[in-house]
């Protein structure tokens, strides 16, 4: 069977990659609007791309108000001032909010109004030119169709789509990942191992996003923790940054499944972030998802040396789970409840959560049949 896959127009990756980007920066436009945080306009970041941008006789404006993960409310404010700025195109730094946040802007541009409209619909919309430059190894957002934006009304996190999300221009330099402190570096980078082993797991896998999500898997088992423990090895800021670029491309081709599904709905009514919602859902959600699809898991257990080629795939998937459980308690993980997570308005929320997470279609995409009782009975699990 015929399968598309999507890539970003354009990729510059390792040491040096900003400034090997100046001239593909400076062909996109006449003034930029820079989507990012505060942090990254106080660390510097922000002064980097806007020293490279000038360097090619670009102006530009800064955009730091992307607070948190995004919201409606932060888009449409982003969208005031690029129009009262009179920019022609966007350049999003920082992690996968500022990115998310720059393609929910991209798509208000042409026609207005609010972004909550494209709820449920795909985004063609006419967008203008887009540079990514991820500052995190993990949400992969330069390398998707897919912006997730809250809608503060319905308190729901709405992950939207569009080929024309992909962004013209990933830029990915390991020099800006070496500024997130350590339990950025965790969460995110278990981010990115989420987005590939539910990629090689889910029903939409095919032959490319398989590559591209073993790759990672690969890297992040090997690189994650030594970026974890110590910060400055430039060598795993950098395979770490190739992960999530991987990790990146796969989903956004195969889909993610249940640990997204859950997740979302967890961020959008108790604020936690993405990638550590996530992270706290693997050890549940990997166990369901397991007698669903052995093969597939127990071909990560052997592809990261958990396994031994002389296990049954049941075996070898058992292996991965064990080592996938390590790992985020390695990492340092933090439960719902040691993060400060009332237990009784989590479950008094849990049937709105598990509605709104198979609403997403992702955990639909599980190899393993599911139903919205087994969802609630695995947000109870979180707290056992």
Known sequence: MAREFIMPCRIITGAGALDAAAADLGRMGKKALIVTGKVMVKIGNCAKVEAVLKSQGVDCSVYSEIIGEPTDVMIENGLKQYLAEGCDFLVAIGGGSPIDSMKAIGALVEKGGSISDFMGKVIETKIPPMAAIPTTAGTGSEATQFTIITDTKKDIKMLLKGKVLMPDLAVCDPQFTLTAPPKTTAATG??????????????????????FALSAVKRIFAYLPKAFHTPDDMEAREEMALAALEAGAAFNNASVTLIHGMSRPIGALFHVAHGLSNAMLIPVCLTYALPGAYERFGELGKAIGAASLEDSDQTAAEKFLAAAKALVAELETPTLESYGIDRTAFFDSIGKMAHDAMESGSPQNTRREIAQADVEAMYRALWD
């Open 190 to 211: 278990l981010d990115a191992l989420c987005h590939a082993m539910e990629a090689y797991t889910s029903r939409k896998a095919q032959p490319l996003s398989d590559t």
